[in-house]
């Protein structure tokens, strides 16, 4: 990812009369890596978005989109840019071949091996003859994946590409964002509220909040950094016990989850917490640490805010 940035976001800004949406954003995307976008309802993503594909007009800052501004050059810019907006639209009485023929006819020397080659892509060979209200949700996502890059963008935006789709369904999807990240070399800017599929999903993840990219990490630095574990405490009375932590430790990290309380502290600390909880009368059962995840962060990061 030492390349030469494909997007590159500018002290970004949006203003709304004399509100505020956007604080000033910088961000580069690089060719290859699936970029992970972040944030509560309401933080800023979807403006982000609109601004990038010049849908809403910027107040102030740049996008570059492969070197041509959205602003200056728009139609340069956008003409290297594929993307999807929740479920795909597609024509059902047709097969999926025929939606994109029919699409391709609107972008000048797309030939019939292009098509070919994104349908191998995307693994949908065996089914692209048949007609697309036969198509599972997650078999009409890799369609609009494939009608989404069929004219070879730089960068790919998908906006809750998993959205309604079951658990082996958003497998499938996130196995073909991969493939055709790499495969391919394109950027792939994902939004989406699932925490955890995007711990699986992104290369990095920026975190917005309250209109302001509040961290730009890897996802691997994210949920590794320093030596903190997630610890989870099989404690009775389990809320007794959680009030009594946060009133001794009002800056550790703690909530209950199932029935457990579970605190995020150094490995070097565990033993000290242990000796308090049991020197106070709880009656502790069980003790196991995990490796901290995304949606632990990402409550650090933005104070307990989890509506995404």
Do not use: W
């Not at 290297?80 to 391709?104: A, Q």
């Amino acid at each position: 990812m030492k390349n030469k940035p494909i997007v590159q976001i500018k002290n970004l800004k949006k203003q709304i009369g004399k509100t505020t949406i956007i604080h000033g954003i910088s961000l580069d995307l690089f060719p290859g890596e699936v970029f992970g976008f972040l944030g509560p309802n309401g933080a800023g993503k979807t403006t982000t978005i609109r601004m990038m594909v010049g849908l809403m007009k910027i107040t102030e800052g740049e996008i570059f989109i492969n070197g041509f501004s959205v602003q200056k050059n728009f139609e340069k810019a956008i003409e290297h840019v594929g993307g999807i907006i929740e479920n795909p639209e597609m024509y059902k009485f047709l097969s999926g071949y025929d939606n994109l023929i029919h699409y391709s006819r609107m972008i000048p020397k797309i030939k019939k091996h292009k098509i070919d080659e994104i349908v191998k892509l995307v693994g949908l060979e065996k089914r692209i003859h048949e007609k697309v209200k036969t198509y599972s949700l997650g078999m009409r996502q890799r369609l609009g994946l494939a009608q989404a890059l069929l004219h070879s963008p730089k960068l790919l935006i998908l906006d809750e590409p998993t959205n309604g789709l079951d658990p082996a369904g958003i497998r499938e999807i996130r196995t073909y964002i991969r493939k055709i990240a790499a495969e391919e070399n394109i950027t792939v800017f994902v939004s989406s509220h699932l925490l955890s599929e995007m711990q699986l999903l992104c290369d990095r993840i920026g975190i917005i909040h309250n209109g302001k990219l509040i961290s730009v990490e890897t996802v691997k630095n994210m949920v590794e950094e320093q030596n903190e574990v997630s610890v989870h405490f099989l404690v009775h009375p389990l809320h007794k016990a959680f009030k009594f932590i946060q009133e001794r430790y009002p800056h550790t990290l703690s909530r209950i989850k199932g029935e457990r309380l579970v605190l995020n502290i150094r490995e070097e600390d565990i033993t000290e917490y242990t000796k308090v909880i049991v020197n106070h009368g709880f009656k502790l059962s069980g003790i196991h640490g995990e490796q901290k995840t995304l949606e632990e962060k990402f409550i650090e990061i933005t104070g307990g805010d989890l509506h995404v």
